[in-house]
C-alpha cells in the first residue's frame, strides 16, 4: 500500500532507512525530497525516448521498451550501490507520481525481501505540500529583517548569529546569490522548486515561538522569487539595522566580491545596463578603474553611487519599523564577533 503524508514535516521525518527518487537525473536535479538518492530506473535519454516512442508510435510498445529499460536499470542499482543492505532494510521509493517507474523498483526490492514503500502520488505529493506551505498558507512566524547599507556584512552575521542561537534563514545562502547587480555567484542559482524545498527544510526545524532572522531582500533574490507566504512575514516584519562607515564597506565588498571584481570583462558587462539609471559619466570611470585596477576606488564609489541611494529610495518608499539600530567602526573578524554579540542579545529580549 503506497504512503501518503499529510504535511512536509510528516514526510521529512518518515523514519525510513533510505528515500531513493528513480527518476532521471535531469528530474532529480531540479528538486527532490529533502535527504533522498537518486537511482534512476531511466536516464534522461531513455525517458526522453520512451516518451517519445509513447506520442509518436504505440503506448503499448512504449511500455515494453520502458518495461526493458526499468529492470535492466534496476538490476544494476542492486548488484551495485544496493548490494551491501541487509535483510532489514527499508527504503521509502518515489517517482514522478507515484506510478510504473517506482511501482516496478519497490516491486522488486521487496521480493528480494527488504520491506520497501512507495510514496502515492510519487514527488508530485511533496511539491503539493511545499506549495500549500509557501503559497496557500500563512506561516507561524514572527520575522524579523536585518537591514543595512550594501556592505555592512550583513551576509557574514547570520552564521555568527545563528552560532549564538538565534533563528536564522540565510535566503541568499540558499539562493546561491548573492541579492544584487554583482550578486551571481559561481555554478549558479538552483531551480525555482531546488529552492523552495530548501526553504520548507529549514522552516520545519524552527520554532514558531522564538523569531526567525532573515536579511533583508527584494521580493527576487537574482532569478529566484522569494515565495508568498514568506515575502508576507518579511513585509510586516520589524528590521534591526546595522551601520558602518564608507570605507569599512569598501573594504569589506572588495573582499566579498573579490571573484567579481578579479574578471575585469565580465564586470564591465555587469554595469553596462546602469548606464541608462546613473549616467555614461559615472559608468565610464568605473571603466576606467577597472581597467587601472583600482579596486578599493571602484568599491566605494559602487557604494557611495550606486548602492547607496538605491538603498534609500527603498526605505523611503517603505518607511520599515527599526527596532534597533547598531553601529561598527570596523567589520573585521574581531569586530563582527562584537556585533553579533550585541544583535543577539537584543534579538533574545523579543517577546512573542
Not at 132 to 152: A, H, I, N
Request: charged content about 20%.
Amino acid at each position: 500500500m503506497a504512503l501518503l503524508f499529510s504535511s512536509p514535516s510528516e514526510m521529512l521525518s518518515h523514519g525510513f532507512d533510505t528515500v531513493i527518487d528513480v527518476r532521471s537525473p535531469a528530474e532529480f536535479a531540479e528538486d527532490h525530497v529533502p535527504g533522498a538518492i537518486n537511482l534512476p530506473v531511466l536516464d534522461n535519454e531513455e525517458r526522453a525516448r520512451v516518451g517519445t516512442i509513447y506520442k509518436q508510435q504505440s503506448p503499448f510498445l512504449a511500455r515494453k521498451i520502458g518495461a526493458a529499460l526499468v529492470f535492466r536499470n534496476a538490476s544494476a542499482h542492486i548488484e551495485g550501490p544496493l548490494a551491501h543492505h541487509d535483510g532489514g532494510w527499508r527504503p521509502l521509493i518515489y517517482c514522478w507520481r507515484g506510478g510504473q517507474r517506482s511501482g516496478s523498483f519497490t516491486w522488486m526490492l521487496q521480493q528480494i525481501g527488504w520491506r520497501a514503500e512507495v510514496v502515492e502520488g510519487g514527488y508530485r505529493s511533496w511539491r503539493r505540500l511545499v506549495t500549500k506551505t509557501l503559497y496557500d498558507e500563512s506561516l507561524p512566524f514572527r520575522f524579523l529583517q536585518l537591514g543595512g547599507y550594501t556592505g555592512t556584512a550583513k551576509t557574514a552575521l547570520l552564521p555568527r548569529l545563528a552560532a549564538r542561537g538565534v533563528q536564522v534563514i540565510d535566503l541568499e545562502g540558499l539562493a546561491r546569490h548573492r541579492g544584487s547587480l554583482l550578486g551571481g555567484m559561481p555554478g549558479g542559482q538552483p531551480a525555482q522548486k531546488g529552492f523552495e524545498t530548501q526553504l520548507v527544510q529549514q522552516l520545519d526545524a524552527l520554532d514558531p515561538a522564538r523569531p526567525v532572522l532573515v536579511e533583508a531582500e527584494s521580493s527576487k533574490i537574482g532569478q529566484l522569487l522569494i515565495p508568498p507566504s514568506i515575502w508576507e512575514g518579511m513585509k510586516t516584519a520589524q528590521w534591526i539595522e546595522v551601520g558602518a562607515p564608507l570605507e569599512a564597506r569598501t573594504a569589506y565588498l572588495d573582499a566579498a566580491y573579490d571573484d567579481i571584481l578579479s574578471d575585469g570583462a565580465r564586470l564591465k558587462a555587469l554595469l553596462t545596463p546602469l548606464r541608462y539609471h546613473r549616467g555614461h559619466a559615472l559608468i565610464d570611470s568605473w571603466e576606467a578603474m577597472i581597467d587601472a585596477g583600482e579596486r578599493l576606488a571602484l568599491c566605494r564609489s559602487l557604494a557611495a553611487d550606486h548602492y547607496d541611494p538605491a538603498y534609500e529610495k527603498s526605505m523611503s518608499a517603505m518607511t520599515p519599523n527599526v527596532l534597533e539600530r547598531f553601529e561598527t567602526p570596523a567589520l573585521d573578524d574581531a569586530a563582527l564577533e562584537a556585533l553579533a554579540d550585541r544583535i543577539a542579545a537584543r534579538i533574545q529580549t523579543i517577546s512573542m
